[in-house]
């Protein structure tokens, strides 16, 4: 195999007994990789905005997002209300910035649970050859489990909360991110790098950390990304449903579910938190786009190429 | 197009020149490079890695990396047209029918969700109007004609149920099924097992007799050459140094670059040696090494295959021990059972006297610093990620060394391999291959080892760097009477540097006795088959070339 590889590096460059240089070194810095991928330099704006708004949100022009004013129910925008109200007459523009709040907490949440969860085991069951099959199929069982059915009956037994439904969404996203783990172990585990470690004597917890940890960073930054998303998505989907955020909690989810009754005369209570949701998905997947050309040596030269 | 008559060349090289893109640590790829090949002709051009014989050989099949290398000088003619003119249409024209190619590696080269006959049938359908029957018999033909046993069947066989020796003959088999003028071969042994190599060499002697193809063959291997060539061209950085018949070149080699690496090919011939009397270092009894038949929970069975079996060996303190063999000889696995980086499956292995086959991984803790092992890949031996100096204090450190205990011994042991010990701080990738596997050593010598195992530690580098590297490790082994195991498939290497040396096949050691013995009175028939196909076996002796 690695002599192919060498064979076709020298068929494009002879790299000679000279010093080569280091596969994926970074190109230019972050400047750089900004002005190569436009779009996600606009995406991340875009995260760092609501990110922005999520953390200042009493001083970005709202008011008390659960404050009701029955008798100025659904406005317009107006100076006082810059998105209108709903059918209880809170403010709109309030509500989603607030919302915001719900949406980035369980996406960041629930990334960073399921990525450290899922490493640890990951790098065990893939170095440790007796634990691989048993935890396998643990893994393969809790994949099979829906994750809406399952934070549906999660919050049948301990009640709506943001913690229910952060837990809810972490389980089903274990066992992926397990996978991508334990595929990476398993590969660099035969690197005869690894092996002299093994040989000089580093005890394993070291050994992963030192020499299997780094290599699987790459590929889990890019996942984080998509479950980070996916997560939001799951997030609205259970509010909308009612078996999320409880209906007091401002989030996007609980706003489409509320808009629904009155789209017919107030379309926009309903499309208002839908947008805001499509959009920070929509960023932050192409942000994990970017991020995997980035991360990949092989696609990052064929964009660079490009 | 002009006709071949007589001996005109059927390519002919003339001064070219094919830049690399900005920032590359030299201008030129090659430069300068004016060569001929004549029908029926084999040249050889020779070079280490970074002489640009490969380049070189990309450029005549117009398949130089787009956007990255191109030829801006100098003309290659093909029967008289010029290549480097011509359209991508043309060119692919060209290629198959007048001029062909095959490479190092048969199991990548050829697809492995296509048959072998319909690899072979696509050319033909390219590049011909035959009927679908006409091209079937031509292709049946042309495996017979390249030695393939039984064509008829072997037509509707998958690449992976051949050897990689048949894999070989098929490439030839679809390059020359429309009797190209030149064929360029690009170290299309190097791949493959001293046997296989020397009947693949055969094969394409006997094709270039038969056919008067012209053959441009690359490799680094000073062997092949001296085995096949009619012409030699001797390549360094990018530029031609010496060409001319191949006797002349091996007989009065002019430039010092030639003569270096002609002198650089280790001997044939083993010198003599006085056995070693140190104490035992390490002794496997009746080593087994099993692998396959696992049920679905993980649990192992039986195991189907034996890659090693009932290994008796013994290296001596101050010894070298070689362990010679083909792929799939079970070499390698007797070695990574002694670092016990696999398991063996029975039998003992002896270190100090105890016996550690069986030991749990905290028991086996303190043996450890006792074996240490040199990679074969010095590319992937090392941790890209961490500085040198971090790979090597590494060992050390888990023995409870401190920081700067550790950093004084790395630093020492940087001089004692010949590397600047302020290199500690540098990454793997600022290293040469050779400097690379220096370094390797180093890491090895850091635990303060016994036995050092070097798995087939010189075969990924260069012959000059490998001379070298063998001879620090000769060095260090007398330096620190260490016993050294080495993994090798070549054996000139072996004869160079083995005291003694055991020869496996099919996982069992079918001879065993001291270097100078084995080779000047070798007693099993595999050994004898072995130092037959060694390629270029006059070189080293001149007075058996006479």
Known sequence: MTAVLDKIAEGAIPPGDAP????????????????????????ALVLALIAFGALFAPLVGTTDPTALDPANRLQGASAAHWLGTDHLGRDIWSRLVYGARVSVVVGLAVAALAVVIGLVIGLFTGFIRWLDPIVMRVMDGLMAIPGILLAIALVSVSGASILTVIAAIVVPEVPRVVRLVRSVVLSVREEPYVEAAVSVGTPLPKLLWRHVLPNCVPPLIVQATYVAASAML???ILSFLGAGTPPIVPSWGNMVAEGRLLFQIAPMNLLYPGIALAITILAVNILGDALRDRLDPKLAKRVGQR | MTTTEGNAPVLSIRDLAVALPAGADRR???EGVSFDVGPGEIVCVVGESGSGKSVTAFSVMGLLAKGELHAERGEILLEGEDVLKASPERLRDLRGTRMAMIFQEPATALNPVMTIGDQIDEVLQIHTE??????????????????????QALYDRYPHQLSGGQRQRVMIAAAMVLDP???????????LDVTTQAQILQLIKEMQERRRTGVLFITHDFGVVAEIADKVVVMRHGEVVEQGPAREIFANPKVDYTRMLIASVPSLEPPTRTAASGEVAVRTRDLVKGYGGRSWLGRATRPSVLAAKDVNIVVRRGETLGVVGESGSGKSTVARCIVRLVDPTSGAIEIAGVDIAGLSTRALTPYRRRVQMVFQDPYRSLNPRRTVGASVMEGPMNFGLSREDALARARRLMGLVGLSPDALDRYPHQFSGGQRQRLAIARALAMEPDVLIADEAVSALDVSVQKQVLELLDQVKREFDLALLFITHDLRVAAQICDRIAVMRRGEVVEEGPTRELFLNPRHEYTRTLLAAAPGRHLGHPQAAE
């Open chain 1, 20 to 43: 080569t240089p280091a596969p994926g070194a970074p190109v230019s810095g972050l400047a750089g990789t900004l002005k190569r991928y436009p779009l996600a330099a606009l995406a």
């Open chain 1, 234 to 236: 799951t997030e609205a």
């Open chain 2, 28 to 30: 030129w790829a090659v």
């Open chain 2, 130 to 151: 035959l009927s679908p029957a006409e091209r079937r018999e031509k292709v049946i033909a042309i495996m017979e004609a390249m030695h393939l046993p039984d064509p």
């Open chain 2, 181 to 191: 003028v030149i064929l360029i071969a690009d170290e299309p042994t190097t791949a």
